[in-house]
């Protein structure tokens, strides 16, 4: 068969025409040595800080020291199973985590990967982990209450929407309950919660989650968990993974509670991070970056303006103190980043009284603008009542007669002490909470025995929610917020008081 030259001719220019180079460039760098969740990689010139790198073995690092002679990265995943000489790629990415409805009712992990064995989070959207908080103009002041159902707070301590307000005390006082509790108070709301636990015993985090199971809470919350068995870069990144999927809610225009339990911890895993990445120690060898670990954090809880969707995210980081010790390094650092400090002692803990607040050294600087008319206007003197009774307190320990005013002072303080105090998970509605403390103020425990005021409180909060005129009451308390007129109060409380004598 002849060979048509004029055929094959107009093939190979064809594919002349046709041809093109597929070519792919990637940087790849070596393992120079690699242990307790920390890497060290060499070749890597233009990596980016944050960045996500490849390992072999479907294990992934993020960047966090730019050296001229290698990066140092903190291994996301098991580290047992890399090792020196390891090729590691690039990815040109930096890392996300998965955020969206999906992630109510469950317990991920800092990379969002499920803990509670009930299959892949159904969600395609992801943020980064790191973002520059929302700016001054974008915001607005705090305005609206977070309600969190114990009165001692909601009265004297109040938080806000928006605002950042910390838990501090030694271990075994109450702090993690406060914090449930809060959450707890949300149901029926528009408040979504997310607990982080950030090194935590998993038997603590499981706890956690039956409470929020037993009181169908796991409906509008979800637990983020960095367990003290996690690697250190794990306990690092949980509280920045948090917050992300926290923002992707508050930039829907939806309002956030955000639990960091506890930013102790958090610290001296940063701290371990940073001395085997080999980066000078300063005060008690946390790094000289350890303010703004937690600054760049806190910072993003805000409450969004109204062009932006009117959103919020309300933080209550936590802060465990060493024998009550509010002026060591970390607890400093966080109470000059919050808005205020809730500030449990171990004395008021151990001696029944529950929950285990110091007023006077607790306060809230913003979350009296959101506070709610019916309780700002009954809990007006309760913290000075409550002041000058602890120094009364202290001075009729010296055993010198006491005149009638003194003696009244003293019996109104121990009523005060008795009517704050709280059992666990009991939370109460903040119209409640304002008869309560209007009873007291005006008088109507003064003629009740200190060991007969819970039994009083629990009958008189079952006396108005069972009358016609006290359900109205309460009704028009929820609607307007505020006491209003308090003569059909009066009345209520006068006919309750001659029943339960």
Not at 191 to 217: H, M, P, R, W
Request: with cysteine; proline share 4%.
């Amino acid at each position: 068969m002849p060979i048509d030259r004029l055929e094959i001719s107009s093939l190979i220019k064809e594919q002349i025409k046709n041809y093109e180079v597929k070519s792919s460039t990637e940087e790849v760098g070596s393992v120079i040595s690699v242990g307790d969740g920390i890497a060290l990689v060499y070749g890597l010139d233009n990596a980016m800080s944050g960045e996500l790198l490849a390992f072999p073995h479907d294990v992934f690092g993020m960047v966090q020291n730019l050296e001229t002679s290698h990066v140092g990265v903190i291994l996301l995943n098991d580290s047992s199973l890399i090792k020196e000489g390891d090729v590691v790629k690039t990815t040109g990415k930096i890392l996300e985590v998965p955020v969206g409805e999906a992630l109510i009712g469950r317990v991920v992990n800092p990379l969002g990967q499920p803990l509670d064995g009930l299959g892949k989070i159904a969600t395609k959207k992801t943020r980064p982990i790191e973002r520059k908080a929302t700016g001054v103009i974008d915001r607005q002041g705090v305005n609206q209450p977070m309600q969190t159902g114990i009165k001692v707070l909601d009265a004297l301590i109040p938080i806000g929407r928006g605002q950042r307000e910390l838990i501090i005390g030694d271990r075994q006082t109450g702090k993690t309950s406060i914090a449930v509790d809060t959450i707890l108070n949300q149901k029926g709301g528009d408040v979504i919660c997310i607990y982080v636990a950030i090194g935590q015993k998993n038997s603590t985090v499981l706890n956690v989650l039956e409470t929020l199971k037993k009181f169908d809470a796991l409906s509008y919350s979800f637990i983020v968990s960095a367990s003290a068995s996690d690697p250190a870069p794990l306990l690092f990144l949980a509280p920045y993974a948090a917050v992300s999927m926290a923002e992707e809610f508050m930039f829907e225009g939806k309002h956030v509670l955000i639990i960091y339990d506890d930013l102790t911890k958090h610290a001296i895993a940063y701290r371990e991070l940073s001395l085997l990445l080999r980066r000078p120690p300063g005060r008690e060898a946390f790094p000289g970056d350890v303010f703004y670990l937690h600054s760049r954090l806190l910072e993003r809880a805000a409450k969004l303006s109204d062009k932006l969707g009117g959103g919020s995210i309300t933080a209550l980081p936590i802060i465990e103190t060493q024998e009550g010790d509010i002026s060591a390094y970390i607890p400093t650092n966080v109470i000059s980043i919050t808005d205020g400090q809730i500030f449990l002692q171990s004395k008021l803990f151990h001696s029944g009284i529950r929950p285990a607040i110091n007023a006077g050294l607790s306060v809230s600087r913003v979350g009296g603008s959101a506070q709610f008319k019916a309780i700002k206007r009954v809990s007006g003197t309760l913290r000075l009542d409550l002041a000058s009774f602890r120094e009364l307190e202290a001075f009729t320990q010296f055993g010198s007669d006491l005149d009638d005013a003194t003696k009244s002072k003293l019996d109104r303080g121990q009523r005060t002490v008795e009517i704050l105090k709280q059992g666990l998970h009991q939370t109460m509605p903040f119209e409640l909470q304002a008869v309560s403390i209007y009873a007291l103020n005006n008088g109507y425990l003064d003629s009740i025995k200190v060991e007969d005021i819970h039994r009083y409180e629990k009958g008189l909060h079952s006396y108005l929610e069972d009358s016609k005129e006290g359900k109205e009451f309460l009704n028009n308390i929820r609607k307007n917020k505020d006491l209003g007129e308090t003569k059909v109060l009066d009345q209520l409380l006068e006919n309750y008081t001659v029943d339960f004598m």
